[in-house]
T-cell receptor
Framework: DTAVSQTPKYLVTQMGNDKSIKCEQN?????MYWYKQDSKKFLKIMFSYNNKELIINETVPNRFSPKSPDKAHLNLHINSLELGDSAVYFC??????????????FGPGTRLTVL | AQSVTQLGSHVSVSEGALVLLRCNYSSSVPPYLFWYVQYPNQGLQLLLKYTSAATLVKGINGFEAEFKKSETSFHLTKPSAHMSDAAEYFCAVSPSGGSYIPTFGRGTSLIVHP
């Protein structure tokens, strides 16, 4: 069984559209994250939820809205997609609060291409 | 606030040669330090981490790293490179207190030549 799964793996869409990426973890972890990796492989944290509560919200445009229906799921909805949103988006989870000494477990990534 | 600097966006070695990937950090509180590896078209996975126990940390696939507080470094080494080690390597730092935001370095691409 995959520990952290994301759907879809690839997402190609037009500018201005709205899209969602889903993430699920079966590790029983309390904290989940969304990261954006750009074309130069730079990895930047976007959001983190602990037990369905938002605890990290970096300077991300409010077109991006995370939703955590339960602690095993953290979805990412993006409105009015722009060319600059093209990237690979990674979901991750960890046992404790964000940061600290806990290992983060990453999903396989969703490659978003905005045309 | 903390930050991570990985020296060299690309490191090229021959198969069987020593691998050395450099990571320097800054942190206002004692840090936890991590090395993650990303194989092509995959997510990141943990290689090893320092959590204030032993300063020499051994990880998977023969990698190890040494925490040197005086040099604020956490360099990753492997005595003998294998073709399968070709990947992107990320150093990351988390503070042991205060803000919990983890910070990743910009990554080093390891190229292994036959």
């Amino acid at each position: 069984d995959t520990a952290v799964s994301q759907t879809p793996k690839y997402l190609v869409t037009q500018m201005g559209n709205d899209k969602s990426i889903k993430c699920e973890q079966n590790l029983g972890h309390d904290t989940m994250y969304w990261y954006k990796q750009d074309s130069k492989k730079f990895l930047k944290i976007m959001f983190s939820y602990n037990n369905k509560e938002l605890i990290i919200n970096e300077t991300v445009p409010n077109r991006f809205s995370p939703k955590s229906p339960d602690k095993a799921h953290l979805n990412l909805h993006i409105n009015s997609l722009e060319l600059g949103d093209s990237a690979v988006y990674f979901c991750a989870s960890s046992q404790g609060l964000a940061g600290g000494q806990d290992t983060q477990y990453f999903g396989p990534g969703t490659r978003l291409t905005v045309l | 606030a903390q930050s991570v600097t990985q020296l060299g966006s690309h490191v090229s070695v021959s198969e069987g040669a020593l691998v050395l990937l450099r990571c320097n950090y800054s942190s206002s509180v004692p840090p936890y330090l991590f090395w993650y590896v990303q194989y092509p078209n995959q997510g990141l996975q943990l290689l090893l981490k320092y959590t204030s126990a032993a300063t020499l940390v051994k990880g998977i696939n023969g990698f190890e790293a040494e925490f040197k507080k005086s040099e604020t470094s956490f360099h990753l080494t492997k005595p003998s490179a294998h073709m399968s080690d070709a990947a992107e390597y990320f150093c990351a730092v988390s503070p042991s207190g205060g803000s919990y935001i983890p910070t990743f370095g910009r990554g080093t691409s390891l190229i292994v030549h036959p």
